[in-house]
């Protein structure tokens, strides 16, 4: 089982930026990779980044792509991903989810399809005023 907990989210206005982070905690000997997803109400939830278990590997979706990076860093058994956000939009406005897969994936990127993911968190609103 793994556990995960966002923080950082809040309200920002559009150009700024934003860190979130996700611990997890679990399976302290599995190489998961890890994503964050987010999701509107009424709109279907959508892929915004993964990242591998080594780090070494990552991938954006179209509409974040150049403004967000992902990372990851591991320490005493928990494993935290980052979203660095910036040149934010009204648009990004969210709830923001991180995820984490059941299978290994050391060095391969997890798949951008929820249903690649086994473990969620609870998620962290983030909004962008105009």
């Known amino acids: 089982q793994v556990r995960l907990i966002e923080s950082g989210g809040g309200l920002v206005q559009a150009g700024g930026s934003l860190r979130l982070s996700c611990v997890g905690s679990g399976r302290a000997f599995s190489q998961y990779g890890m994503a964050w997803f987010r999701q509107t109400p009424g709109k279907e939830r959508e892929f915004v980044a993964a990242?591998?278990?080594?780090?070494?590997?990552?991938?954006?979706g179209d509409s974040v792509k150049g403004r967000f990076t992902i990372t990851r860093s591991r320490e005493n058994g928990q494993s935290t991903v980052y979203l660095e956000m910036s040149s934010l939009k009204p648009e990004d406005t969210a709830v923001y989810h991180c995820?984490?897969?059941?299978?290994?994936?050391?060095?391969?990127?997890?798949?951008?399809?929820?249903?690649?993911?086994?473990?969620w968190g609870q998620g962290t609103q983030v909004t962008i005023s105009s």
């Open positions: 995820a984490a897969t059941r299978d290994n994936y050391y060095n391969i990127v997890p798949g951008s399809g929820g249903h690649d993911y086994a473990y």
């Open positions: 990242i591998s278990f080594s780090g070494r590997a990552t991938s954006y």
